[in-house]
């Protein structure tokens, strides 16, 4: 893990655990971001709702929040016909966030939010890894620009589109956390497993200041994740982001089965299996992180759960091993945090 002393690395030297945000999509779309609309154009149309967002956040107790800058890279914002303003839609995302971690009471951490590109790398797709690194970079200069304090990249799937995102990065001179999403029968959807997370960019630059996982599939499943990750390598940082509780389709809407009182409890177990910053993915809104802020606070860790544990406390798995064998549900890569 990198020593490269950062703001981040700062703050959790001092608090010991760290409370990220929550969701970013399920949010805004309360705030009535339409279904098809690309988050990243309302830093333009509707600033005030993005500095809202990052304000909820912090008010109930978050220590990092990420800019609202998921899909700025060129591939994503072209869907938008916004790619030709990678650069300032990102300074713009994280000047938002910035301003508010500033005016914030105590020490509050930008993390510049760096998403998929959908595109899928050689030899399985057409991209290359330099023109990745290319796209993130061109991403991450304009977040550097903003003022994040960390590039945080996240719910990623391909081990090499994690290594173009810390390379790129590494170019610009910022320190880095990655986190996969584990979702396809305990593995990401290109088969990396929470096990060898860590070994994925340790060779560029200082490496990564933390690892983990976000979103997945539920809170239960990324908790087992988490015991693969802090099994492995029990000394490096970990991040666990997940997704409240469960996601299930209501006619046409997706609800999460996820109540404060068990975001609360899946925050404690984060600790005692070993999770340093721990956070919501989909569905998570600020009365969930308000839950989990009081949680953490007023818990001291305990032993080391295990899989029963997690699944009587927080509920079924909704992914198990078992499905490896060809009945994993099929995910998109297209998909939006939170």
């Known amino acids: 893990m990198s020593a490269t002393a950062n703001p981040l690395a700062e703050l959790l030297a001092e608090k010991g655990v760290l409370l ?185 630059g200082d490496g990564p200041f933390a690892v983990g996982a976000n979103c997945g599939v539920g809170a239960s499943d990324i908790l087992s994740s988490l015991l693969d990750m802090t099994g492995a390598d029990p000394e490096a940082v970990v991040v666990v982001k997940g997704n409240c509780g469960i996601p299930e389709f209501r006619g046409a809407e997706i609800h999460y089965s996820g109540t404060p009182p068990l975001m609360a409890d899946y925050a404690r177990l984060a600790v005692d299996a070993g999770a340093r910053i721990i956070g919501g993915c989909c569905g998570t809104s600020c009365e969930h992180l308000a839950a989990m802020r009081e949680a953490i606070d007023g818990h001291r860790k305990a032993a080391r759960p295990t899989i029963e544990t997690i699944v009587e406390r927080i509920g079924p798995m909704k992914n198990t091993r078992a499905a490896a064998e060809g009945d994993a549900p099929a995910r998109s890569r297209g998909r939006r945090r939170g």
Request: proline letters at 3%.
């Open 20 to 204: 990220a945000d929550g969701a970013t999509g399920t949010n805004l779309f309360a705030m009535g971001l339409e279904s098809g609309e690309a988050p990243e154009m309302w830093l333009e149309s509707h600033p005030d709702r993005i500095t809202k967002l990052h304000q909820d956040f912090v008010d109930a107790g978050a220590d990092i929040i990420l800019t609202n800058s998921f899909g700025g890279t060129r591939h994503r914002l072209k869907l938008h016909h916004a790619q030709d303003r990678v650069f300032d839609l990102n300074r713009k995302a994280a000047e938002i966030a910035r301003a508010v971690a500033d005016a914030a009471p105590r020490k509050v951490i930008v993390g510049g939010s760096v998403g998929p590109t959908g595109e899928l790398l050689v030899p399985l797709g057409a991209m290359t890894y330099d023109e990745a690194v290319d796209a993130f970079r061109e991403q991450i200069e304009g977040l550097k620009a903003g003022g994040i304090d960390i590039v945080w990249i996240e719910t990623m799937s391909a081990a090499d589109e994690i290594r173009a995102a810390a390379e790129a990065a590494t170019k610009c001179g910022m320190a880095f956390v990655y986190t996969g999403s584990f979702d396809t029968a305990g593995k990401t959807m290109m088969g990396l497993h929470p096990k060898d997370i860590h070994g994925v960019a340790r060779d560029i």
